[in-house]
């Protein structure tokens, strides 16, 4: 089993920078495809950026240039770095950690992010 917990969310205003944290209960980004999702009021959940267990990085088209993922093994922590953040980037982000040697996938509760003037 994994825990997941999301940090970092908050009321910025556009143009404004915030970074999410989600820290794990153990180490796993060896073992596990980690990305971060974003879900707003009435849209369905979509993939914002992920990194493999291997490392390899990608952000989604719209945010490519302003977010960018990364993992510290040594905390058991992946950041979203979100910077230039615009109206449109309002919504629940959420971490997520799916196994490459087992069954698991594991979701975090989510952090509000709200990009208002």
């Known amino acids: 089993q994994v825990q997941l917990v999301e940090s970092g969310g908050g009321l910025v205003q556009p143009g404004g920078s915030l970074r999410l944290s989600c820290a794990a209960s153990?180490?796993?980004?060896?073992?596990?495809?980690t990305g971060w999702y974003r879900q707003a009021p009435g849209k369905q959940r979509e993939l914002v950026a992920r990194?493999?267990?291997?490392?390899?990085?990608n952000v989604q088209d719209s945010v490519k240039g302003r977010f960018s993922i990364s993992t510290d093994n040594a905390k058991n922590t992946m950041y979203l770095e979100m910077n230039n953040l615009k109206p449109a980037d309002t919504a629940l982000y959420s971490c997520?950690?799916?196994?490459?040697?087992?069954?698991?996938?594991?979701w975090g509760q989510g952090t509000q992010v709200t990009v208002s003037s």
């Open positions: 997520n950690a799916h196994s490459r040697f087992s069954n698991g996938d594991y």
């Open positions: 153990r180490n796993i980004f060896n073992t596990h495809d």
């Open positions: 990194i493999s267990f291997i490392g390899k990085a």
